[in-house]
């Protein structure tokens, strides 16, 4: 057997007996400080990896091999919980960034829903009215005409007319009251 197969094979027994003799007790340490158990034994493989890609010789005889691997289970676990805890926030960011879309979106659609019902309770308000009051609160609301020539029109008297725009007027707001009374 050439030096290199034969330290390669030392070294594979090394680790062996390593992961053997300790695994068990860096997973127990790493549980004290992650709370659960399955993201122990896996911070604890990340741990014998970590050694194994880095052809890292420990004695597993030597008390030092304890130590140095309670540091890397330490330093290890240290990581994830600060990953852990980014990740976290991050998701914490992204829900109460929702939350607040959400709630925009839904208000947006409250109020069109509310617009709607205001649109369509002024509709069957003014086409409620008779034929001819109808014609002059048109004329005077959405035509911008004024009394007296609407009055001529009508064949009816300035005062009048302003009487009916009144009542049309006084009609509806009393049925579009109940929309807005909240919006105060």
């Not at 340490?29 to 890609?53: P, Q, T």
């Not at 509310?114 to 069957?124: H, K, R």
């Not at 959405?142 to 049309?168: G, L, P």
Request: no cysteine; charged share 35%.
């Amino acid at each position: 057997m050439s030096n290199s197969k034969y330290a390669e094979a030392s070294y594979n027994e090394n680790f062996t007996l390593n992961y053997i003799k300790f695994s068990k007790m860096i997973i127990r340490f790493l549980r004290k400080m992650v709370n659960d158990w399955d993201i122990s034994e896996e911070l604890s493989h990340d741990v014998f990896l970590k050694i194994y890609e880095r052809n890292i010789d420990l004695d597993p005889h030597s008390p030092r091999t304890v130590n140095y691997l309670l540091t890397v289970a330490k330093n290890t676990a240290i990581d994830y919980i600060r990953r852990k805890r980014i990740e976290e926030e991050k998701l914490k960011s992204l829900y109460l960034e929702e939350v607040s879309v959400d709630k925009e979106f839904y208000d947006a659609i409250g109020d069109a829903y509310l617009q709607g019902e205001i649109v369509s309770t002024l509709s069957d308000i003014i086409n409620s009215f008779p034929e001819n009051k109808r014609d002059i609160f048109i004329k005077k609301n959405f035509f911008k005409k004024n009394y007296t020539s609407i009055a001529h029109d009508a064949k009816v008297s300035t005062y009048r007319v302003k009487q009916i725009d009144d009542e049309m007027h006084q009609k509806i707001r009393n049925n579009l009251k109940q929309y807005f009374e909240e919006r105060k």
